[in-house]
């Protein structure tokens, strides 16, 4: 997975953010 230095629209950063929290707050838990 590429990481891209500013996302497409505002729903894709929304989007990548809520998904790197969901996978740190899994390795915290």
């Known amino acids: 997975m590429e ?3 500013a996302p497409a629209s505002l ?3 929304i ?3 809520a998904s790197f929290a ?3 707050s899994g390795l915290i838990e």
């Open 15 to 17: 989007w990548y953010l």
């Open 3 to 5: 990481h891209e230095p």
């Open 11 to 13: 729903i894709d950063k």
């Open 22 to 24: 969901f996978t740190v």
